[in-house]
């Protein structure tokens, strides 16, 4: 059984469930990131979970996806025009309940599906446990705008875990990215879980760490906080540098939002 399978459905029905009751005039709310609304984050979301389960389940025809998106995505419009153009112009409780239908049986299908398994995706190819593990990240990170939109404060599960796994397993993607070397090795991360639990990454280390809540630590690593509106502990030349603009998602480099513009309304 995969395990984050079940946490991508966990944290992909705490956002259903937050947004079931919304009227459609609701999903044209512009949110603090980059001023997407409801209906843009769910068709991010909903088109590419598809791929994912796509890249599963029939290779060439994800392929063939992904080529026209790519060059779709290069033209005017950008990957919101060809995203809304690839929903068919659904939005709000429709979109709503065609992505929460969607990734319920998508959820399903890879509980069983051998982890190991390598998926085609844009970058490089990737483990089953690494495809869904993104989409859980991906669920979580555009999710922390509609809780920051709609007023709610999120309440956290170890469901986060991939997440911290992903934003460690990333440290030297934050520098590739941008064309860069890391400075050194990856500092010691240790976390205090929402449970209550600890977890640990890397060698430990008194010079260089980062030490803190793992909900602090995911929203930087997926850049829904920036490190100074966080109560994380950072020690340490390379660990301040990290956190200065760590990036766990695919994709060119982007910046952090700046302190204090990313927030519970």
């Given at each position: 059984?995969?395990?984050?399978?079940?946490?991508?459905?966990?944290?992909?029905?705490?956002?259903?469930?937050?947004?079931?009751?919304?009227?459609?005039?609701?999903?044209?709310?512009?949110?603090?990131?980059?001023?997407?609304?409801?209906?843009?984050?769910?068709?991010?979301?909903?088109?590419?979970?598809?791929?994912?389960?796509?890249?599963?389940?029939?290779?060439?025809?994800?392929?063939?996806?992904?080529?026209?998106?790519?060059?779709?995505?290069?033209?005017?419009?950008?990957?919101?025009?060809?995203?809304?153009?690839?929903?068919?112009?659904?939005?709000?409780?429709?979109?709503?309940?065609?992505?929460?239908?969607?990734?319920?049986?998508?959820?399903?299908?890879?509980?069983?599906?051998?982890?190991?398994?390598?998926?085609?995706?844009?970058?490089?190819?990737?483990?089953?446990?690494?495809?869904?593990?993104?989409?859980?990240?991906?669920?979580?990170?555009?999710?922390?705008?509609?809780?920051?939109?709609?007023?709610?404060?999120?309440?956290?599960?170890?469901?986060?875990?991939?997440?911290?796994?992903?934003?460690?397993?990333?440290?030297?993607?934050?520098?590739?990215?941008?064309?860069?070397?890391?400075?050194?090795?990856?500092?010691?991360?240790?976390?205090?879980?929402?449970?209550?639990?600890?977890?640990?990454?890397?060698?430990?280390?008194?010079?260089?760490?980062?030490?803190?809540?793992?909900?602090?630590?995911?929203?930087?690593?997926?850049?829904?906080?920036?490190?100074?509106?966080?109560d994380l502990q950072v020690t340490g030349a390379v660990a301040n540098d990290w956190m200065s603009k760590a990036q766990c998602f695919a994709g060119a480099p982007e910046t952090?939002?700046?302190?204090?513009?990313?927030?519970?309304?």
């Amino acid at each position: 059984m995969l395990q984050e399978a079940l946490d991508f459905k966990a944290e992909s029905d705490a956002l259903y469930e937050l947004m079931r009751d919304l009227d459609d005039a609701a999903f044209d709310a512009p949110t603090q990131f980059k001023g997407w609304t409801l209906n843009n984050v769910l068709e991010h979301l909903h088109m590419w979970n598809w791929a994912a389960n796509e890249s599963h389940a029939d290779e060439d025809n994800f392929m063939a996806f992904l080529d026209e998106a790519m060059k779709a995505m290069a033209g005017d419009g950008g990957m919101r025009a060809y995203e809304a153009v690839w929903n068919d112009g659904v939005q709000g409780r429709a979109l709503l309940e065609r992505w929460h239908e969607f990734y319920t049986a998508m959820a399903a299908r890879f509980v069983e599906v051998d982890p190991k398994k390598r998926l085609k995706w844009a970058g490089p190819d990737m483990s089953a446990r690494s495809s869904i593990s993104a989409r859980l990240m991906e669920t979580w990170a555009h999710g922390q705008e509609v809780f920051d939109q709609l007023g709610v404060a999120r309440q956290n599960t170890d469901t986060i875990r991939s997440i911290a796994v992903l934003g460690t397993n990333t440290f030297g993607w934050t520098y590739a990215t941008r064309g860069e070397t890391p400075p050194g090795p990856m500092p010691f991360v240790k976390l205090s879980a929402p449970s209550g639990a600890v977890w640990e990454f890397g060698e430990a280390s008194d010079d260089e760490r980062i030490e803190g809540a793992a909900a602090d630590f995911c929203q930087v690593v997926t850049q829904v906080r920036n490190i100074a509106d966080t109560d994380l502990q950072v020690t340490g030349a390379v660990a301040n540098d990290w956190m200065s603009k760590a990036q766990c998602f695919a994709g060119a480099p982007e910046t952090p939002p700046a302190s204090g513009s990313r927030f519970t309304r």
